[in-house]
Nanobody, 120 residues
Framework: QVQLVESGGGLVQTGGSLRLSCTASGRTFSSYVMGWFRQAPGKEREFVAA????????IYAEPVKDRFTISRDNAKNTVYLQMNSLKPEDTAVYYCAASLRLTESGYPYWGQGTQVTVSS
């Protein structure tokens, strides 16, 4: 099992940037595909991005392509989400998740989330 803790959320203006971090403990971090999801008020949780075990492959949801970048540092047991050109519709609680497969769903392990608010 793996435990996940997110950080880096906050309030930012439209067009600004934030970098989220998620640090893992427990079983070997590099054994897991890592993903980011988000849930806006009144909406279902949605996939944002995921990165393979070694970081060589990543996938993104269409709304964030070319604005967000997922990366990982296996030596630090940490995955990052660099968010640029933020929009008010990016406002949500962002969750880190871990899986054994590079996929957009079915992640068994989750963090508690970090709030991102983009003001217009």
């Amino acid at each position: 099992q793996v435990q996940l803790v997110e950080s880096g959320g906050g309030l930012v203006q439209t067009g600004g940037s934030l970098r989220l971090s998620c640090t893992a403990s427990g079983r070997t971090f590099s054994s897991y595909v890592m993903g980011w999801f988000r849930q806006a008020p009144g909406k279902e949780r949605e996939f944002v991005a995921a990165i393979s075990w070694g970081g060589g492959r990543s996938i993104y949801a269409e709304p964030v392509k070319d604005r967000f970048t997922i990366s990982r540092d296996n030596a630090k047991n940490t995955v990052y989400l660099q968010m640029n050109s933020l929009k008010p519709e990016d406002t949500a609680v962002y969750y880190c998740a871990a899986s054994l497969r590079l996929t957009e769903s079915g992640y068994p392990y989750w963090g508690q989330g970090t709030q991102v608010t983009v003001s217009s």
